[in-house]
């Protein structure tokens, strides 16, 4: 098994709502990602977790909450987001956290969309 | 200056040519660079790697990199209309990743 999935593939929300996004990857892959796309921009990294720890946040506002509960499973909770958090979210997976040729390798995506 | 450029494009090319798509970094940046392709509402893909000096080829695609130049580049051999779709160039590996903006690439028949 060489992928990432993530679930839902697509996911609208008023700004009241919870609701969270769902990435698994069975690679044995320890380190985890999430990342926002925003339409013809890059991908921008917002959380790492290594060997299950959240090692990196990008200063992401707390309405974004993380959580890795094992070493397959990476969550993205979700509370009172504003219409300008839609985007596509990415999770990423890589093979060993903080070596210099790591490579990451993404999941299908959540396409979000906040009303 | 940025970290990792790119021209954005778009890059126009003939089915059958040959692509050459370029990506400049800033000493900021580690020195494993990474190439990814990325269709219109899809994931990034990855399509190469390379970590050292010199060129590193994978089917039709052969990735470049000149360190004293600090220079990566991509060269897409016999061009499909199937690799249409913007080509993000990132550098740094370890736990992060600096991307370019991207270049979109369109292969006209």
């Known amino acids: 098994d060489t992928e990432v999935t993530q679930t839902p593939k697509h996911l609208v929300m008023g700004m009241t709502n919870k609701k969270s996004l769902k990435c698994e990857q069975h690679m044995g892959h320890r380190a985890m990602y999430w990342y926002k796309q925003k339409a013809k921009k890059p991908p921008e990294l917002m959380f790492v977790?290594?060997?299950?720890?959240?090692?990196i946040n990008e200063s992401v506002p707390s309405r974004f909450s993380p959580e890795c509960p094992n070493s397959s499973l990476l969550n993205l909770h979700l509370h009172a987001l504003q219409p300008e958090d839609s985007a596509l979210y990415l999770c990423?997976?890589?093979?060993?956290?903080?070596?210099?040729?790591?490579?990451?390798?993404f999941g299908p995506g959540t396409r979000l969309t906040v009303l | 200056q940025k970290e990792v450029e790119q021209n954005s494009g778009p890059l126009s090319v003939p089915e059958g040519a040959i692509a050459s798509l370029n990506c400049t970094y800033s000493?900021?940046?580690?020195?494993?660079f990474f190439w990814y392709r990325q269709y219109s509402g899809k994931s990034p893909e990855l399509i190469m790697s390379?970590?050292?000096?010199g060129d590193k080829e994978d089917g039709r695609f052969t990735a470049q990199l000149n360190k004293a130049s600090q220079y990566v580049s991509l060269l897409i051999r016999d061009s499909q209309p199937s690799d249409s779709a913007t080509y993000l160039c990132a550098g740094g590996g370890g736990n992060k990743l600096t991307f370019g903006t991207g270049t979109q690439l369109k292969v006209e028949l």
């Open positions: 977790y290594s060997y299950e720890k959240l090692s």
């Open positions: 390379i970590y050292s000096n």
């Open positions: 990423a997976s890589s093979q060993v956290p903080g070596l210099a040729d790591n490579e990451q390798f």
């Open positions: 000493d900021r940046v580690s020195q494993s």
